[in-house]
């Protein structure tokens, strides 16, 4: 069985580093991006079965990134953990149309929940 790729995007250094850790001692490839800039192609280069997006990436925004992606063809299916410490987390994650949301601080336990139960989806 390959390893599926998780795509990060999060300004945060720690936080990224908090993913990568714990996203690949459960098995997943994990790339990383601290800005929204070129968003299509950097996804498309990476082909990753999930994307974690933060709320307040730089560039565009986690809510204009994820709408984006949704929005292109190649990309739409893959779905979105929207991720962010605003309290309105749930309701940006639906106008982003992302498939889960993670509220910051998020437990260790619930990311690796969300993560397996999307990929469930994917497979």
Same mark, same amino acid.
């Given at each position: 069985?390959?390893?599926?790729?998780?795509?990060?995007?999060?300004?945060? %250094?720690?936080?990224?580093?908090?993913?990568?850790?714990? /996203?690949?001692?459960?098995?997943?490839?994990?790339?990383l991006s601290q800005t929204s800039d070129n968003i299509i192609e950097k996804t498309k280069s990476v082909n990753p079965a999930i994307i974690i997006m933060?709320?307040?990436? !730089?560039?565009?925004?986690?809510?204009? %990134?994820?709408?984006?992606?949704?929005?292109? !063809?190649?990309?739409?299916?893959? !779905?979105?953990?929207y991720c962010s410490a605003n309290r309105e987390v749930r309701s940006l994650s639906e106008q982003a149309n992302a498939q889960a949301f993670l509220a910051k601080p998020f437990n260790l336990e619930d990311?690796?929940?969300?993560?397996?139960?999307? /990929?469930k989806t994917v497979d």
């Open positions: 069985m390959s390893k599926k790729t998780i795509l990060v995007f999060d300004d945060d %250094a720690n936080i990224l580093d908090i993913f990568k850790i714990v /996203l690949e001692a459960s098995g997943y490839l994990v790339e933060d709320n307040w990436i !730089p560039g565009i925004g986690g809510l204009k %990134a994820t709408q984006l992606l949704k929005s292109d !063809p190649d990309c739409k299916h893959i !779905p979105v953990i990311l690796e929940n969300e993560v397996a139960k999307l /990929l």
